[in-house]
């Protein structure tokens, strides 16, 4: 069964998006195959990715039970990334799971029951900016979390927050569930970031990455050019997400 790896952090334009489809990238350069499941209406994953929203099935018709995963699986443009799209649809899940039984697990039900699954090595699920019931589903769907954050000010009260849903859902769904790592995203030199650089090991020592992702424009472009950082020659941040992949891995135990 593949590793299931939920990339979330409440807070917004934190790097979950960059940073799943760079990891992916990653893996996939170590030989592994990985699914990217995009759980956020916004779509940002899925437009990472080259998806031109032109129709064919979602995740919704899966958190909808009208499809199963393995039938909404398209592969990235410019990378060796499978993925499950998201649009705009997705807004109103908290709507239509309200009236679902177990609503919490729709989609860990609708991941381990899919024997085509089995072939991918890892499924990385990018969330949505929220506490809500899709960020729920991809915590009861998950082996394990990787928690990006700026590292700016403000930036360890989301944290705070984050680990009381983490807790809850440990507690009430999955009991395996474990935090992968913390990951400090755009970097750079101002005494904020060594502050926040401190007190994060302060408090969840062993939990922050080694690996730190840099402030750069680069970055901030690959979205716009459909590309992972990873694929394209001499990239700083690109060489920073595979330091990270190689920490992932010998975290997670290949
Ligand atoms: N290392 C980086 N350096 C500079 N810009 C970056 C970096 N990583 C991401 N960005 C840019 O910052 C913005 C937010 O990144 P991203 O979309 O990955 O965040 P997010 O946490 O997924 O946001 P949301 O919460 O809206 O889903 C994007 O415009 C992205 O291109
Ligand atoms: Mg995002």
Request: hydrophobic content about 45%; charged content about 20%; proline content about 2%.
């Amino acid at each position: 069964m593949a590793k299931i790896i939920a990339i979330a952090n409440q807070k917004g334009g934190v790097g979950k998006t960059v940073t799943v489809v760079n990891i992916a990238a990653g893996l996939a350069e170590q030989g592994k195959k990985v699914l990217c499941i995009d759980l956020d209406p916004q779509g940002n994953l899925s437009d990472y990715l080259g998806y031109d929203f032109s129709g064919g099935f979602t995740i919704v018709d899966v958190l909808k039970g009208k499809a199963a995963v393995s039938d909404c699986i398209n592969t990235a443009k410019n990378d060796p990334i499978d993925y499950i799209p998201a649009d705009i649809t997705l807004a109103t899940a908290d709507l239509f799971l309200a009236q679902t039984m177990c609503r919490e697990q729709i989609l860990r039900k609708a991941i381990t029951s899919d024997s085509k699954l089995c072939e991918y090595d890892y499924v990385l699920i990018d969330c949505l900016p929220s506490l809500g019931i899709l960020v729920t589903n991809a915590l009861a769907a998950a082996d394990s979390v990787i928690i990006p954050v700026q590292v700016q000010k403000f930036a360890l009260n989301g944290i705070v927050q984050f680990e009381d849903i983490f807790n809850l859902v440990k507690e009430n769904i999955n009991s395996g569930l474990k935090i992968c790592g913390i990951l400090e995203t755009m970097t750079d030199n101002t005494q904020m970031a060594q502050a926040v650089d401190n007190a994060l090991k302060e408090r969840y020592a062993g939990l922050v990455f080694e690996t730190t992702i840099s402030k750069r424009i680069e970055a901030a472009n690959s979205t716009a050019e459909q590309r992972s950082l990873i694929s394209k020659k001499n990239s700083v941040v690109g060489g920073q997400y595979r330091r990270l992949v190689a920490e992932i891995i010998e975290r997670e135990g290949d």
